[in-house]
């Protein structure tokens, strides 16, 4: 049994081939220093022919040496690149995008939520406080009416400047929409009665 956290040990994907053949790559360089060492005794020692021989053994050494080593490159190259395209396909990755992209479709949807539902109480907001503001008007003007017919049955019992002080502080409160001063404006003129 596999577990999730385990890479899958098919023979596309296993890579014990390829450190036998750089251990095997570095071994034929090893090798070599040697022959072109003895090529060198050789030479100094002036014998003929066989430096020449053991010259292209220790380059057909190096040579075979670099030449595995880039070809075992090129093919690990390959094979990491097979083995993660395989990955990327398999169910489990696949199950793991497809769960990614749920989680990150909840997230998007739940911060949509949250600005929905502000936007809401914020347009419920304003329309509330829209409503207030009319219902207050419509308080406001049937206070100053009803101020105004409080003045008028009374207007015999006062001065001429007295009353036309009373309309006057009516209608500039009416303006303000200060309904504290229409309301003691409203108990001053009950007393007058």
């Known amino acids: 049994m596999m577990n999730s956290w385990q890479q899958p040990s098919s023979y596309f994907c296993d890579f014990t081939a ?3 053949i750089i251990r095997i790559s570095l071994l034929l360089v090893l090798a070599s220093v040697p022959v072109f ?18 010259t292209m053994l220790g380059s057909a050494m190096l040579l075979s040496a670099f030449a595995a080593l880039i070809i075992t490159g090129f093919w690990g190259i390959c094979k990491i690149i097979g ?9 489990r990755q696949r199950a793991q995008r497809r769960l990614w992209f749920v989680e990150a479709r909840q997230d998007q949807v739940k911060r949509l939520f949250y600005f929905k539902a502000k936007q809401i109480k914020y347009i419920h907001e304003l329309n509330r406080k829209r409503l207030l503001k009319i219902n207050n008007r419509k308080h406001i003007q049937a206070l100053s009416k009803s101020i105004d017919k409080d003045l008028l049955s009374i207007k015999t019992k006062l001065s001429e400047t007295a ?11 009416r303006n303000q ?3 504290e001063a229409l309301l003691n404006l409203q108990q001053k003129i009950t007393t007058f009665v």
Do not use: K, T
């Open 83 to 91: 083995c993660s395209v395989l990955d990327y396909f398999s169910s």
């Open 163 to 173: 009353y036309l002080q009373l309309q006057q502080d009516n209608a500039r409160y």
């Open 37 to 54: 060492l003895l090529v060198e005794l050789l030479l100094w020692l002036a014998v003929p022919g066989l430096p020449g021989l053991l």
């Open 18 to 20: 390829f450190i036998l």
């Open 177 to 179: 929409q200060d309904i």
